[in-house]
């Protein structure tokens, strides 16, 4: 579905994001990953093969954001598909959330992603070729848990930045589309339980088990529904924010 495609995915080496890139080379594509970790970067690509490479990167830093897009266009000549899958999870409510936590969160999760977008889309309108952009948001983006205020505050943010960018950008034939995860088995998910939530080792089971359909959300089904809104398969689809969960919003019992 991406063959001949160019793909940057930001938060590429691990998670949701290493998910993307896998699944982005096996449907054909030429895929760039970021990562704050040389070392991680590296062997993650070299698993992946001549079709992927490493660039280091810090989202959370503009200039290091906008290099890693300049660093894909001159490795490849263009970019044709972007994914913001770098996140910050850390936890803190309204009330205990310091101005620096929060600064934190906003770089990493929507400035971060914002300055990307900018530098990517910039290629795309120059070159005259359209493009497609995945942001993976989350299903707190629609309130979420108290201690999750300053991570809702900036994925919301960039829930709305993708419907305007979305809408800004449509008639360049660029479409930018969000997913708004839900509870996901990742390695940074059990790292979260057991730094913030004194999980033991059997978390992720507990968890599970009070799930509707019997587990978490898994990343490799998650990355197959990025690829398609990265590919012309999902047709003309623009400034959608899809609920990925097993959960629905609004309803009751």
């Known amino acids: 579905m991406l063959a001949g495609k160019v793909v940057l995915v930001s938060g590429g080496t691990q998670g949701v994001g290493g998910a993307v890139a896998r699944a982005a080379v096996a449907e054909g594509a030429t895929v760039v990953v970021t990562g704050r970790r040389a070392d991680v970067g590296e062997a993650f690509v070299g698993a992946l093969g001549p079709a ?14 906008r290099a890693a897009v300049a660093t894909t266009i001159q490795r490849h000549g263009r970019i044709d598909c972007l994914v913001n899958a770098a996140g910050l999870t850390s936890r803190g409510t309204l009330l205990d959330t310091t101005p620096e936590l929060f600064d934190e969160h906003v770089a990493v999760n929507l400035r971060g992603p914002f ?16 493009g497609t952009i995945v942001n993976v948001l989350t299903m707190s983006s ?17 829930a709305g930045l993708t419907r305007n960018a979305a809408h800004a950008h449509r008639w360049d034939r660029i479409r930018i589309n969000g997913i708004n995860i839900g509870w996901t088995q990742t390695e940074g998910e059990d790292a979260v339980q057991r730094e913030f939530h004194d999980a033991d080792d059997s978390w992720l ?24 809104l ?6 003309v689809v623009t400034g959608s924010v899809i609920d990925w969960d097993q959960h629905v919003v609004g309803a009751s019992d």
């Open 52 to 65: 992927a490479s490493f660039v280091p990167c810090d989202v959370a830093d503009v200039e290091q954001a």
């Open 142 to 158: 629609h309130g979420g848990q108290p201690y999750l205020a300053p991570y809702v505050a900036s994925k919301a943010g960039l």
């Open 115 to 130: 300055f990307l977008m900018q530098a990517a889309v910039a290629d795309m309108v120059a070159r005259g070729a359209g």
């Open 230 to 235: 990265l590919s012309n398969r999902s047709g």
């Open 205 to 228: 089971a507990e968890a599970s088990a009070s799930q509707p359909m019997g587990r978490l959300g898994q990343v490799d089904d998650m990355a197959a529904l990025a690829v398609l």
